[in-house]
């Protein structure tokens, strides 16, 4: 990984009069955390600019059978380190992640005869924070289990939150409403709030490795939010033996809205890359024989509308050839889908393909036409199954050239026992991911656990679904995802790290379902390319609708790997506007959509190179757009400007508008 050190910063440590209290600055000096020891207990507390944002919160666990490990400490060393680097991303949104900040490590003993150590470490940030705990290898702690972890987060006031409830939503695939704070439920995380209009907070976590998901939930009467993790089935929470570290709790604070996607907090607190050649691993945009599944037309078992045969896999593979795409997924291709298979998915095999699917016939005939062909794994939960495969099933793919592969974990439960977010389950993904890396396969990874910035360390972990994606706008029960819905998730779900949200569907007709559709404008789904970032990204739709359709240019044009991004206008849950800089020249792709609301929004070019002359080519919502009665009319236009241009979006309701920029 290549990585440029930079003088390190001075770091601002205050020893206040008591032993058991002292403050650590941001590098820019705006932000400050106070921690300390009340009545033995840790504690922080956040303040900007003077102001308190995070009051007295208490950190601390209590482990199996009812022992205490959070209110008999004292504090024994304090250590502390400042760091300002670069680090190249491989991919990403920009090319460079800016890591500076200012760390103190607390070392806490017990004051009783037990005499147990932990660890504080804190990491302060420009921009937010992040805290662990470490738990040193020591004579009187080394096996113990979490029952249950006490870190707060005790906001001021009562602020706005987005928020999916953690106990009823499978994969974390929701609609994110917006409450008070004090009326949340227990709630995944990303959490996003809005304090007021000038300050924005969310609590995630990063580098979740052997340890369980974070959830919240407030405590009553206040708008104190603790630790929730999800559980083993037989509730334990964590089981450890140290040395033992915890993942990261961090906090993004932020003046606006648009600041929250721009953060790097979480990509910064995960290790470098274990990967020293990344070369293998390429972005790209593709298409697959998925979306006529969800619409019925195609079946992923056998039958006499099953998808994944040998003549159509080929037919795509001509369909991307022509229009420069980088792959083909193919779902339904291998043994395991009759029947119930997200009931039994044990019969899952990775290495058999169907009878009707020549897999070394068209993976040679897609090598001829330079489009690669993309594994799909689905394993219905069943993660032992799979376990036992990974190696046999990627030295297979290997031998036919796949360098790609979705993996899915359609079961609310992994081997119909414990939960995608449990210690069991980020076990279980980092297996697969480790092993990938091994054979040099990239993995898309659906049903997950949320990212935790774990792409750093793994680049070859490239997008997750953990989100209510597109697929949704098929099937639905209650119609589809709602328009606002893609102007929430870049500042909730989107914050943890790339969303396979797979856009881009052009026919918007369902004779299935016909009350199921997707609820946007043709010009917002180009616009979605740009806003929901993902390095691996799908045009959705089946390949016959967009033949013939001049907006697909749009489509063809728009990379997946960025230079550098930025947001020039936002409210969560009313509009955003994403401006990307391609990484392989000089030109910018825009996207900007709307909820159910037509609006007027002004999209200011200072982002643009001074001085520099560009083209815009414009597709926007046509006359009469809307998303419920007319979705389809796109106009095209092309205008010269220049960094002091600004640009009028007319969006329709449910729409958007999608630039390509070029340098002249």
């Given at each position: 990984m290549k990585k440029i050190i930079f003088i390190l910063t001075a770091i601002l440590l205050i020893s206040c009069n008591t032993e058991?209290?002292?403050?650590?600055?941001?590098?820019?000096?705006?932000?400050?955390?106070?921690?300390?020891?009340?009545?033995?207990?840790?504690?922080?507390?956040?303040?900007?600019?003077?102001?308190?944002?995070?009051?007295?919160?208490?950190?601390?666990?209590?482990?199996k059978n009812n022992d205490s490990f959070f209110d008999d400490f004292i504090i024994e060393k304090i250590n502390t380190k400042s760091v300002s680097e670069k680090w190249y991303q491989p991919w990403g949104e920009e090319l460079t992640a800016d890591n500076t900040y200012n760390e103190m490590t607390i070392q806490l003993i017990e004051n009783s005869c037990k005499k147990r150590k932990m660890n504080l470490v804190f990491r302060l940030f420009n921009d937010g924070l992040g805290f662990r705990y470490e738990f040193p290898e020591q004579e009187n702690l080394k096996n113990f289990v979490i029952a249950d972890e006490?870190?707060?987060?005790?906001?001021?006031?009562?602020?706005?939150?987005?928020?999916?409830?953690?106990?009823?939503?499978?994969?974390?695939?929701?609609?994110?409403?917006?409450?008070?704070?004090?009326?949340?439920?227990?709630?995944?995380?990303?959490?996003?709030?809005?304090?007021?209009?000038?300050?924005?907070?969310?609590?995630?976590?990063?580098?979740?490795?052997?340890?369980?998901?974070?959830?919240?939930?407030?405590?009553?009467?206040?708008?104190?939010?603790?630790?929730?993790?999800?559980?083993?089935?037989?509730?334990?929470?964590?089981?450890?033996?140290?040395?033992?570290?915890?993942?990261?709790?961090?906090?993004?604070?932020?003046?606006?809205?648009?600041?929250?996607?721009?953060?790097?907090?979480?990509?910064?607190?995960?290790?470098?890359?274990?990967?020293?050649?990344?070369?293998?691993?390429?972005?790209?945009?593709?298409?697959?024989?998925?979306?006529?599944?969800?619409?019925?037309?195609?079946?992923?078992?056998?039958?006499?509308?099953h998808g994944a045969t040998t003549a159509n896999t080929m037919r795509y593979i001509d369909f991307a050839a022509k229009y420069g795409f980088s792959g083909v997924l193919v779902e339904g291709w291998n043994v395991g889908w009759d029947g119930d298979w997200s009931t039994n998915g044990h019969q899952f095999n990775f290495t058999k393909p169907y009878p009707d699917f020549d897999i070394k016939k068209i993976s040679e005939y897609a090598t001829t036409k330079n489009v690669k062909l993309i594994g799909h794994n689905e394993t219905g939960g069943a993660a032992k199954n799979y376990e036992s495969q990974l190696d046999s099933a990627f030295k297979f793919y290997n031998k036919y050239g796949v360098t790609t592969v979705k993996t899915g974990y359609v079961n609310a439960l992994l081997d119909h026992k414990e939960q995608h977010a449990s210690q069991y389950g980020v076990r279980h993904y980092r297996k697969v991911i480790e092993t990938a890396a091994k054979y040099k396969i990239v993995i898309d990874n659906h049903e997950p656990m949320i990212p935790t910035g774990l792409q750093r360390t793994y680049p070859n972990l490239m997008s997750q679904e953990g989100v209510r994606g597109q697929e949704y706008d098929a099937w639905s029960p209650d119609g589809g995802n709602p328009p606002e819905h893609t102007t929430i998730i870049p500042f909730t779900r989107g914050l943890a790290g790339p969303m396979d949200f797979t856009p881009g569907t052009f026919n918007f007709s369902n004779p299935a379902k016909p009350e199921t559709h997707v609820q946007t404008t043709l010009a917002k789904q180009l616009a979605l390319s740009v806003v929901i970032y993902s390095p691996l990204q799908m045009a959705s739709d089946m390949i016959e609708n967009y033949e013939n359709n001049?907006?697909?240019?749009?489509?063809?044009?728009?990379?997946?790997?960025?230079?550098?991004?930025?947001?020039?206008?936002?409210?969560?849950?009313?509009?955003?506007?994403?401006?990307?800089?391609?990484?392989?020249?000089?030109?910018?792709?825009?996207?900007?959509?709307?909820?159910?609301?037509?609006?007027?929004?002004?999209?200011?070019?200072?982002?643009?190179?001074?001085?520099?002359?560009?083209?815009?080519?414009?597709?926007?919502?046509?006359?009469?757009?809307?998303?419920?009665?007319?979705?389809?009319?796109?106009?095209?236009?092309?205008?010269?400007?220049?960094?002091?241009?600004?640009?009028?979006?007319?969006?329709?309701?449910?729409?958007?508008?999608?630039?390509?920029?070029?340098?002249?």
């Open positions: 058991s209290k002292n403050v650590l600055v941001a590098p820019n000096g705006k932000i400050y955390v106070e921690t300390g020891i009340e009545d033995g207990k840790p504690f922080y507390l956040v303040k900007l600019n003077g102001n308190t944002i995070i009051e007295k919160s208490y950190l601390g666990f209590l482990f006490l870190t707060e987060f005790a906001l001021v006031g009562n602020p706005k939150a987005w928020s999916i409830p953690t106990n009823r939503t499978n994969y974390f695939e929701n609609l994110y409403k917006k409450s008070y704070v004090t009326s949340l439920d227990t709630v995944s995380t990303p959490l996003t709030m809005e304090v007021n209009d000038s300050l924005f907070l969310t609590i995630h976590e990063a580098n979740l490795t052997d340890y369980a998901g974070l959830n919240l939930t407030p405590k009553q009467g206040s708008s104190t939010l603790k630790a929730d993790l999800t559980p083993w089935s037989t509730g334990e929470k964590v089981f450890a033996k140290t040395p033992f570290v915890s993942s990261w709790r961090t906090i993004i604070i932020a003046k606006s809205a648009g600041d929250l996607m721009l953060s790097r907090i979480m990509l910064n607190l995960n290790e470098p890359s274990k990967i020293e050649d990344t070369s293998w691993i390429q972005p790209g945009r593709y298409i697959g024989i998925w979306w006529g599944m969800h619409l019925g037309n195609y079946t992923w078992g056998q039958g006499p509308k001049p907006a697909f240019e749009f489509i063809t044009s728009c990379p997946t790997n960025w230079a550098k991004t930025v947001i020039p206008a936002a409210k969560i849950g009313d509009f955003i506007i994403v401006a990307r800089k391609d990484r392989k020249n000089e030109n910018w792709f825009v996207g900007g959509i709307t909820d159910e609301n037509a609006r007027e929004l002004n999209l200011n070019l200072s982002f643009l190179e001074k001085d520099a002359k560009y083209r815009a080519k414009i597709f926007k919502d046509g006359k009469g757009a809307d998303y419920k009665t007319n979705p389809y009319p796109v106009e095209i236009e092309t205008i010269e400007i220049n960094s002091n241009s600004n640009i009028k979006l007319n969006l329709a309701a449910g729409g958007g508008t999608a630039i390509i920029i070029s340098k002249i």
